[in-house]
Structure formats: C-alpha cells, structure tokens
C-alpha cells in the first residue's frame, strides 16, 4: 500500500554530513509515526531516529546531538541530516512507516540506502 523510497546516502569522510530522504507514495498523515533504521554488517537493525504524532522525537543514544529527524507532509518526505558522521553510522539506512488504519498498526519499510564513513 505505502511504497518507501530513501535516497542520499553515499561515501563520507568522518566529521562529514549527509542528508537522507525517504520519499513516500501517498500521502503521510499527521498521525503516522515515521522512523529511520540502519543495519550495520553482522549486526541487527536498530532504530535511529522516530518522528510521531505532534512532530515528537526520539533518538539512538548513539546518534543524539548529531541526527534530526524531520517530515514534510506537502512532499510526502521524511529527512535524516545526519552531522559529525562516525565510521560507527556506517551502516544501510531504512525509513520505516507505521500508520494507524482502522485501528489497527502497519508497518512499511523502505529498500534502503547505504552509507560509508570512512577516510
């Protein structure tokens, strides 16, 4: 139903940024709780960063003070800028998309969009 597009990952020195955008295929309702994960090789995927109802917040300790997680309804795209990169973020990045129907909770997940930190 909901098809998850992310883009902007790509090769980046430590200290560096990058911008991550997951494009949505329909519109995303306030009320839809939106994530970004990642997935390290060998290791399990862990959340990075969630935006919910009210434009809440919460991070990965790990990333706190260095990622913002943000939406654009009118664009039907949510946003990771991602500051003072670690090789640690290497990982691939997923944008997730939990939307309330019926009362019932979905979950969507995008193909994912690798990023390197490396010098």
């Known amino acids: 139903q909901v098809q998850l597009v992310e883009s902007g990952g790509g090769l980046v020195q430590p200290g560096g940024s990058l911008n991550l955008s997951c494009a949505a295929s329909?519109?995303?309702?306030?009320?839809?709780?939106m994530a970004w994960y990642r997935q390290a090789p060998g290791k399990q995927r862990e959340l990075v960063a969630q935006?919910?109802?009210?434009?809440?917040?919460n991070y990965a300790d790990a990333v706190k003070g260095r990622f913002t997680i943000s939406r654009d309804n009118t664009k039907n795209t949510v946003y990771l800028q991602m500051n003072s990169l670690k090789p640690e973020d290497t990982a691939v990045y997923y944008c997730?998309?939990?939307?309330?129907?019926?009362?019932?909770?979905?979950?969507?997940w995008g193909q994912g969009t690798s990023v390197t930190v490396s010098s």
């Open positions: 997730n998309s939990r939307p309330m129907v019926g009362g019932l909770l979905y979950s969507y």
């Open positions: 329909r519109t995303l309702a306030t009320s839809t709780t």
């Open positions: 935006i919910g109802s009210g434009d809440s917040t």
